[in-house]
């Protein structure tokens, strides 16, 4: 009982203006742990955006498995700062996020689809290669940007193909990722 109360009082630290306050909590919220983890999914859909995205950071540093699909329902908040943290937690969960992270490059919202692929990007998992080469024909240049990258650091002649094909995409960005990747060789 007692640690929820200072979870509670932690979490509503979360949204304090300084900077320093929010990675002490944050810090702190990490070394408690698995028992503030059923706390920090909750807090995902409270009404202050400055604790849904320190719950998110939070809950992707804790890394527990039972966060991940509350992570991806939130890669649909109206906050973009919110989508961000919640994308950046799922890659900290390694190859236990790659699997919803794939099914996710199908949602309908292009900004979830996007974050899901940055997410692949940063795990880097061989698995999520053809979902990602199928994914460069999204119509969201942000989710192809994303592809790209998520190729690009996966590696391997595959990507690479998808990549050379990526250079001639009608997107200038995903045209200078892809360049980007290719030039690293």
Excluded: C, H
């Excluded at 304090?16 to 306050?21: C, H, P, Q, S, T």
């Excluded at 698995?34 to 950071?57: F, W, Y």
């Amino acid at each position: 009982m007692e640690v929820e109360k200072n979870v509670a009082r932690l979490i509503e630290n979360l949204k304090d203006n300084d900077e320093l306050v929010q990675v002490q909590t944050t810090e702190m919220l990490v070394e408690i742990g698995e028992p503030a983890v059923d706390q920090l999914i909750d807090a995902l859909e409270d009404g202050d955006k400055n604790i849904r995205q320190g719950a998110a950071k939070v809950l992707g540093l804790i890394g527990d498995k039972k966060a991940i699909n509350p992570l991806i329902t939130t890669m649909k908040d109206d906050n973009k700062w919110v989508r961000r943290a919640s994308s950046g937690a799922l890659s900290n969960m390694g190859e236990s996020a790659v699997d919803p992270l794939i099914q996710t490059l199908e949602d309908d919202d292009w900004r979830v689809r996007g974050g899901a692929a940055w997410a692949l990007g940063n795990i880097k998992s061989p698995k999520a290669l053809n979902p990602l080469i199928k994914v460069m024909d999204d119509s969201s240049g942000f989710v192809r940007a994303g592809a790209v990258m998520a190729l690009g650091n996966i590696g391997g002649e595959k990507a690479e193909e998808a990549l050379e094909k990526a250079r001639k995409d009608k997107s200038g960005y995903v045209r200078r990722v892809a360049q980007d990747f290719l030039n690293k060789d």
